[in-house]
């Protein structure tokens, strides 16, 4: 199982990473053209802000427990990528984008497994 828990916080990591520095590198008009058309309802601090919430998500989830510094902090980057996720599944609720949904509800169950495992039974 806590091999298993590696590969979800890693997958999660790149997910995030990924999404993250997209946020963060690109314009908010390039983001709606490439499909966030979410982006379109939030100023562009706000949407800065999600892009450094998500790259801090990723370092979290791995550099801790890779690390051995603080290690707790993999499950709580966790919990808040499950915050994350059900803010997202409610600002795409509102806009009738059921498939980013999808995407929300999977990476949060996920995010929510690695938080149950790290702070339960498979904690460093």
Same mark, same amino acid.
């Given at each position: 199982m806590n091999i298993v828990l590696w590969v979800i916080a890693g997958l999660l990591s790149l997910m995030f990473l990924v999404a993250g520095v997209m946020k963060l590198a690109r314009s908010k008009q390039d983001l709606a053209a490439s499909g966030m058309t979410w982006t379109e309802?939030?100023?562009? @601090?706000? =949407? @800065?802000?999600?892009g450094v919430l998500e790259v801090l998500a990723a370092a979290g989830l791995i550099l801790p427990p890779a690390t051995g510094i603080a290690p707790v902090l993999a499950p709580l980057a966790a919990a808040g990528v499950v915050l994350l996720m059900c803010g997202a599944a409610v600002v795409h609720l509102r806009r009738k984008e059921r498939a980013q949904i999808a =995407?929300? =509800?999977v990476a949060g169950l996920l995010a929510a497994l690695v938080a149950? !495992? @790290?702070? !339960?039974?498979?904690?460093f």
């Open positions: 309802d939030f100023p562009e @601090r706000t =949407v @800065r802000l999600i =995407v929300n =509800v149950w !495992g @790290r702070f !339960g039974p498979y904690a």
